[in-house]
C-alpha cells in the first residue's frame, strides 16, 4: 500500500509498514502536459514505422529479462506476495506479450486489401488502414502491478499510440518499471508518461479530452463509474472487471489434478486476482472426497510463502464479512491474522459478490445441465475451467458457458500468452487486451477506397423510373437465386440498359 507524504507517494510493505521507496505526486492538472508530451514522442514513434516499433518491443522483453530480480523484489515489496508468483505471473506475462507484439503487431496491422464482390463495384480497390489512436490512457490495479499495465502499455505502444499510465496508489513502483524498461529497449522518452496518485489522478484522466480511448482494469462499481465518465465526453474504453469464476469437476478428471489445480485457483495471490476460482461444483459422485482433500490441502499452505497477503485492512474486514454470510459450512481455515486470511473452503454458497481474497465455496452437482446452469447462476462472466477426461464433454461445456474464457483441466495460463485475448462478459467487462484482438482496441480502422472514375455511380442524380425498374432489377440479378435472376434481367432488360449507360456517364 501507499500513503501521501507532502508532494511524494511514499510506498509501504502492506505486511511490515515498512517504506518501499516513493515518486512524486502528479496533480490533476498536470494531465494536459503528459499527454502533450507523450503526444510529442508519439509523431516520432510513428514516423519510426513498424520495423522499428518491433525492435523496441523484442528490446523490451530482453530488458525485462535482465531486471528480473530487480523487478520481482519490486513486486514482492509493494504487494508482499510470494516471489514465485511475481515471476510467474508478471514476468512471464510482460515477456512473453512483448516478444508475441514485437513477431506479430506489423502484420496484424498491416494495410489491408478489400475484395470487392459486387460486379458493380468491380473497378474499384478498397483498402484498411490500422491507424494509431494518439494517446490512450492505462488505470491499472495493484495485484499484477507489472504484469497488467506492461501489457496492456506494450499492445498500445506497439499500435503506435502513446500512453499516459495511471498504476494503483498501492504499487507506484510497478508502474515506474513498465516506463523504465519501454525506455531503456529505445522507446522514445515521453511516449509513455505515469501518473501517480488515488482516485483524483484517475478521474482527470478520464476527463482529459487528450485522452482517445481508456483501458481500465479494476472492480465492477468502480469500472461502471469509469465507463459512465468517458462516455459522457464519448470516449471510448476497454474494462476488464471483477469475476466470479466456476470450476466444474466432473467425476472422470484427474482427481489429483483436479485438485491441486483447485487449490492454485482459489488461493493464487491470496485470492485476489479477477480470475481466482470462487466456486468449485463437484459431480456428486466425487464431491465430498474433492472436498475433504482440498480443505486439508488448503490447512497445508503457509502465509507469506504460499498464499499472499490482503492487501488493506478494508479487504480483510469484506473477506471476513462475506464468509460470515455465506450459507455453508466452513470446512478450512475461516480466520484473519494481521493481514493474512487463512485459504477457506467453505461447503456451500455463498453471496454473488466478488470475494477477493482466500476464500472458495464447494457444491455439487449432476449431470452436464446442472452445472452449465451454476456456473451461469451468476451477473459475472469473466472466466471458467472445466476438468474431465471427456474432451467433446468439455466442449460442448465450454460452449455453454457465458464467459470470456473457458480453460480444460487448466486454470489461467492464457494471461501470460500474447496469443490468446483476455477478456469478460457480462458484467465482467467489454473489449479485449493482448492477441490481434488487443491491438484492435488500439487502433482506429479506416476505409481508403481507390477509384480511377471510369464509371459513374448510376444511382447519381437526376432520378427518374427507369433507374429506379433497373437498381431492382439490378438488386435481382445480382442478389437472387438460379432462374429468378434471369427472369428479372430479361423482364427489366430496357431499365438494365438504361443502368449500364448511365454508368458511362452517358
Not at 506497439?158 to 498504476?167: Q, S
Not at 459522457?232 to 474494462?239: D, F, K, N, Q, T
Not at 490441502?297 to 462475506?322: C, K, S
Not at 496469443?419 to 480502422?445: I, M, N
Request: aromatic content about 8%; hydrophobic content about 45%.
Amino acid at each position: 500500500m501507499a500513503v501521501e507524504a507532502l508532494t511524494e507517494l511514499v510506498s509501504v510493505n502492506p505486511v511490515t509498514g515498512e517504506p518501499v521507496g516513493s515518486v512524486p505526486r502528479t496533480d490533476p492538472d498536470e494531465l494536459p502536459r503528459l499527454v502533450a508530451e507523450a503526444r510529442r514522442a508519439q509523431r516520432a514513434w510513428i514516423a519510426a514505422g513498424p520495423s522499428a516499433r518491433a525492435r523496441v518491443l523484442r528490446e523490451a522483453a530482453r530488458v525485462a529479462r535482465v531486471h528480473v530480480d530487480e523487478i520481482a523484489a519490486t513486486i514482492v515489496a509493494e504487494t508482499a506476495k510470494p516471489r514465485t508468483e511475481a515471476i510467474a505471473h508478471d514476468l512471464y506475462a510482460a515477456v512473453d506479450n512483448a516478444r508475441w507484439l514485437a513477431a506479430n503487431a506489423g502484420a496484424v496491422l498491416r494495410r489491408e486489401r478489400i475484395r470487392f464482390r459486387q460486379p458493380y463495384l468491380r473497378l474499384k480497390r478498397g483498402w484498411l488502414l490500422y491507424e494509431p489512436l494518439g494517446i490512450v490512457g492505462v488505470i491499472s490495479p495493484w495485484n499484477v502491478p507489472f504484469g497488467i499495465p506492461f501489457t496492456t502499455v506494450a499492445t498500445a505502444v506497439a499500435a503506435g499510440n502513446g500512453v499516459v499510465l495511471k498504476p494503483s496508489e498501492l504499487t507506484p513502483l510497478c508502474g515506474e518499471w513498465v516506463r523504465r524498461v519501454l525506455e531503456e529497449a529505445g522507446a522514445p522518452p515521453g511516449l509513455v508518461q505515469v501518473a501517480h496518485g488515488e482516485a483524483p489522478v484517475g478521474e482527470a484522466l478520464v476527463d482529459e479530452p487528450g485522452i482517445a480511448k481508456l483501458f481500465f482494469t479494476g472492480s465492477v462499481a468502480v469500472g461502471r463509474r469509469v465507463a459512465a465518465a468517458a462516455g459522457a465526453r464519448g470516449c471510448p474504453i476497454v474494462l476488464e472487471l471483477g469475476g466470479k469464476d466456476a470450476m466444474i469437476v466432473f467425476a472422470d478428471a484427474d482427481f489429483d489434478r483436479a485438485v491441486e489445480g483447485a487449490l492454485f485457483g482459489a488461493f493464487l495471490n491470496g485470492g485476489q486476482a479477477c480470475i481466482s476460482v470462487e466456486r468449485i461444483y463437484v459431480e456428486r459422485a466425487v464431491h465430498d472426497a474433492f472436498s475433504e482433500r482440498l480443505a486439508r490441502r488448503a490447512g497445508e499452505l503457509r502465509p507469506g510463502d504460499d498464499v499472499a497477503p490482503l492487501a488493506t485492512d478494508r479487504q480483510l474486514e469484506r473477506v471476513a464479512d462475506l464468509v460470515a454470510r455465506s450459507s455453508g459450512r466452513v470446512l478450512a481455515g475461516g480466520r484473519g491474522d494481521g493481514r493474512f486470511y487463512e485459504p477457506t473452503v467453505i461447503a456451500g454458497a455463498a453471496p454473488d459478490e466478488e470475494i477477493f481474497g482466500p476464500v472458495v465455496t464447494i457444491e455439487p452437482f449432476d449431470g452436464e445441465d446442472e452445472a452449465v446452469r451454476l456456473a451461469n447462476a451468476t451477473h459475472f462472466g469473466l472466466a471458467a475451467s472445466v476438468w474431465t477426461r471427456d474432451v467433446a464433454r468439455a466442449r460442448r461445456v465450454a460452449d455453454r458457458v457465458e464467459a470470456g474464457m473457458v480453460w480444460m483441466n487448466d486454470f489461467g495460463y492464457s494471461f501470460a500468452t500474447g496469443e490468446a485475448p483476455w477478456g469478460g462478459a457480462k458484467d465482467s467487462g467489454f473489449g479485449r487486451t493482448s492477441s490481434r484482438h488487443g491491438l484492435y482496441e488500439c487502433v482506429q480502422v479506416k476505409v481508403v477506397d481507390e477509384d480511377r472514375g471510369r464509371l459513374w455511380g448510376p444511382w447519381w442524380f437526376p432520378y427518374d423510373e427507369q433507374t429506379e425498374r433497373g437498381l431492382v432489377a439490378m438488386l435481382d440479378l445480382v442478389y437472387g437465386d438460379g432462374a429468378e435472376r434471369w427472369r428479372a434481367a430479361w423482364r427489366e432488360r430496357r431499365a438494365l440498359v438504361h443502368i449500364v449507360r448511365r454508368s458511362l456517364g452517358r
